[in-house]
């Protein structure tokens, strides 16, 4: 048996004898393979709890051409991130389902039109073997740099475009935001409230686009005096809300596209 030292990180030689099989009947197992049997799989098992082998990330990701890691991108500032409870029940949830799927969140966060060749040059690395990309605008370049970079993607919310000629197609998840939109425009209808005022979200975000359709889709002829536009931000909903009562102060209900811009109205 391999001579281990006091301190030193336990080698794949040390568990292969340990358990009494070849090297590269332990590299199977330990990296996932196929074609071990039972038994001997348990011995290699057994052999690296033992020893509390850890394997060697670079070379395991060598072998398996995985690396455990997939990327968040979120394309709104730092700011923005930290201060806005949507981000961090989104990030949640995902650190919490690729926990148990022993995989690792890294984080980008796009700041500026600079960030975009860093992540580029990070995803086409081959540091991750996924992407998550959400809060996306219209005419953000992710979406071609996730391409260009062969990572698989998948977007939270509603992509603004489609895929190209011989492309797959775009995968995503999203809420109903335009079905949401129109519950809530009905349920100030059903108290009897006629002038409802609309606070929206950025006009270059998809989810923002469709809950000023649900808004429109119930208010057939909407009044543009009782529309403004927020950042789906807790200062910009204050704003809109001071711009709406300037313009319509007998308005009886306000609609607003979010949790912080209803806050930054009701102040």
């Given at each position: 048996m391999p001579e281990q030292h006091p301190g030193s990180r336990p080698t794949l030689e040390a568990v292969a004898a340990r358990a009494g099989v070849s090297r590269a009947t332990a590299?199977?197992?330990?990296?996932?393979?196929?074609?071990?049997?039972?038994?001997?799989?348990?011995?290699?098992?057994?052999?690296?709890?033992?020893l509390q082998y850890i394997p060697n990330h670079a070379a395991r990701t060598l072998v398996t051409r995985r690396t455990g890691a997939v990327a968040v991108v979120i394309a709104e500032p730092e700011i923005r991130i930290f201060s806005d409870p949507f981000f961090s029940q989104q990030l949640r949830g995902i650190s919490k389902e690729l926990a148990a799927h022993d995989t690792q969140l890294v984080l980008l966060i796009v700041e500026g039109p600079a960030d975009f060749d860093r992540i580029a040059r990070y995803l086409s690395g081959g540091h991750v073997d996924g992407a998550l990309a959400f809060s996306l605008h219209t005419d953000d370049p992710l979406p071609a740099i996730t391409r260009r970079a062969g990572v698989p993607t998948v977007y939270g919310g509603r992509p603004s475009w489609t895929a190209g000629p011989g492309e797959q197609a775009v995968q995503y998840v999203d809420a109903d935001n335009r079905g949401g939109a129109r519950a809530a425009v009905q349920y100030l209808r059903g108290l009897g409230r006629e002038r409802i005022a609309y606070i929206g979200g950025p006009p270059d975000q998809t989810s923002a686009m469709d809950r000023l359709d649900g808004y429109r889709d119930i208010l057939l002829e909407t009044d543009p005096t009782l529309v403004a536009e927020g950042a789906f931000t807790v200062e910009s909903g204050a704003r809109a809300m001071s711009e709406l009562l300037e313009r319509r102060p007998d308005l009886d209900a306000v609609f607003a596209a979010n949790d912080l811009m209803a806050s930054g109205a009701l102040r």
């Open positions: 590299s199977r197992v330990v990296n996932g393979g196929d074609g071990v049997r039972k038994p001997l799989v348990d011995k290699v098992r057994r052999a690296v709890e033992e």
